[in-house]
């Protein structure tokens, strides 16, 4: 019988961190939960009354347990000296430079990780591997662990616990997890005590049927697999959506048809101007290299065609933007009405919306930039200096849209259905052109008012059939 876990550490206080931890401190009120990160300003974030991240939810459980058994800080070695199992969730981008640049991840932080809990562990560890790393850094990071560790006998057992949460449902995704998976060398009788160990802190809330066990190989590949098929469903749609517009058939009809063939199901089947966050893409090039690696390059081009679809609808959706616009947007105003990669969630990561900005502004237009949780400081982090002389971030919709001639829905957020668009149309330049990028507006409205609208993959309005050059 594996004793309780009853410290736990996590380094790294960010999307995937903050809120896993935070539910563990809430589900587990006899397990300490420190989260340190090597922000001090994310750190004091979170320690504050605004939380770094926006997730519907996570304030409450949060404010309720912070304090109590819910604990963040910058004494990242400290941390790690006093608990007996630690999280591992910093970032792990797509290398920028050097072998593997733009397709493998980057390990550093991981690596940094690693040797400081090496360096600061005094007893027993069992460490868990929360961000996406591609397939066997698991073993990597034990050679690192084993051969940096100063003090003799001290024992690291590594588990593989990837995170399924999507971001702006985190809570509801952690409170009810379709599944939970846990990989370690359940071959071995150690490996296995720390694979129970986790089970353990789990079944505070998660029924036992629903917690998987696997080997660690096999849990860091679902990861990658996972996130590539859930992608290569939103490409699939939304090539379907380009043939759609070609022949005047309708995208959420086929959605809606094909969806209810319960061998397919009707999650995720949403076209879109193109799906963004930080696991997608990343994943997928990921994934997509380690093919290469074991010499099968017809897998990687496989998987790399998921995320050839993702650019070529981005550049389809602005191509059409131009061209309805009589072929040119030149010193027009457009405005663009959300900017995070999904609603409910203020990240920017990979947003859709970074792409379709450039490809407007590299054809001239001004962009008037509004979303409900994004703040302007991370607009032009994201967008750059030389573009940033092009966009006006807004503080409401109405500025964003007055005096525009045209709009584009990036974000489905919530709150865009509810604008009141016969006065949208009236504070715009005519003809007014709606772009939804998310289908998420009521079209037919839209054009009752006088709008032309471009939906994404449903019949295209005769107006913009006309309009030369449309792709
Ligand atoms: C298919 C569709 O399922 C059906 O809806 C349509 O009307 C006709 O085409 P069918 O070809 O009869 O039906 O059989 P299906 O069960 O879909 O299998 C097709 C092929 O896929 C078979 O060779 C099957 O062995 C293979 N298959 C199926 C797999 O290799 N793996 C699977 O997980 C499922
Ligand atoms: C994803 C996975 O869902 C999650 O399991 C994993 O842990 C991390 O990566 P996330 O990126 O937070 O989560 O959000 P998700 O809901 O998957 O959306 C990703 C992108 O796909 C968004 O840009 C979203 O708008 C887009 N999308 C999603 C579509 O375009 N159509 C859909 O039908 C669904
Ligand atoms: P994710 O979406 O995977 O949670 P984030 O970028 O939101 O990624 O969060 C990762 C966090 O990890 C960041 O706040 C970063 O400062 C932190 N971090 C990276 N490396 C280390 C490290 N060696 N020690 C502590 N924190 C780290």
Request: with cysteine; glycine share 8%.
């Amino acid at each position: 019988m594996t004793r309780p876990i009853t410290t736990i550490c996590c380094i790294g206080a960010g999307y995937v961190g903050g809120p896993t931890m935070a539910m563990i401190a809430k589900k587990c009120p006899q397990i300490s939960v420190t989260v340190v990160d090597i922000s001090q300003p994310r750190i004091d974030a979170w320690n504050s009354s605004e939380l770094p991240i926006y997730e519907p939810g996570l304030d409450e459980i949060v404010f309720e347990c912070r304090g109590k058994n819910l604990f963040f800080s910058t004494d990242v070695e400290g941390a790690i000296r006093d608990c007996e199992m630690i999280f591992v969730s910093v970032n792990t981008p797509t290398k920028k430079t050097g072998l593997g640049k733009g397709k493998a991840a980057d390990l550093t932080y991981w690596e940094l990780a690693a040797r400081t809990i090496a360096a600061c562990s005094e007893s027993d560890k069992i460490i868990v591997e929360k961000s996406t790393v591609p397939v066997r850094t698991a073993e990597a990071i034990e050679k690192v662990l084993q051969r940096n560790c100063p003090h003799d006998g001290v024992r690291f057992d590594i588990l593989s616990n990837p995170e399924f949460l999507a971001e702006g449902t985190a809570i509801v995704d952690l409170d009810a997890p379709d599944r939970v998976l846990i990989g370690g060398k359940i071959e071995n009788a150690k490996g296995q005590a720390a694979v129970d160990a986790l089970v353990g802190v789990y079944s505070n809330w998660v029924p036992k049927e629903n917690i998987l066990t696997a080997n660690l190989w096999s849990a860091e590949l679902s990861k990658l697999a996972a996130n590539a098929f859930l992608a290569q469903r939103i490409s699939s749609i939304n090539a379907m959506s380009a043939l759609c517009e070609a022949t005047g058939a309708d995208v959420q009809q086929v959605s809606h048809a094909i969806g209810t063939d319960t061998r397919i199901g009707s999650k995720f089947l949403n076209a879109s101007v193109g799906f963004g966050g930080s696991c997608f893409q990343k994943d997928i090039l990921n994934l997509a290299y380690i093919c290469e690696c074991h010499g099968l390059p017809e897998v990687a081009e496989y998987w790399h065609s998921v995320v050839g679809m993702n650019d070529y609808q981005k550049s389809r959706f602005v191509k059409r933007m131009i061209s309805a616009m009589f072929n040119t947007i030149s010193g027009k105003k457009i405005s663009m009405l959300g900017y995070a990669f999904k609603k409910d969630t203020g990240d920017t990561r990979e947003s859709p919306a970074i792409d379709v900005g450039h490809g407007l502004i590299e054809d001239g237009a001004k962009l008037n930039i509004y979303d409900p949780k994004v703040a302007a400081a991370q607009i032009a982090l994201d967008m750059g200096e030389e573009a940033m002389k092009s966009i006006t971030c807004c503080k409401t919709h109405t500025e964003s849209l007055t005096g525009a001639h045209a709009v584009c829905i990036m974000t489905e957020w919530d709150e865009f259905k509810t604008y009141d668009w016969e006065a949208i149309y009236g504070v715009m330049q005519k003809p007014a052109f709606v772009f939804d990028g998310r289908l998420i507006l009521d079209h037919q409205k839209l054009k009752d008012i006088g709008f032309i609208v471009y939906a994404l993959g449903k019949p295209l309005d005769p107006f913009l059939c006309s309009a030369e050059g449309a792709p």
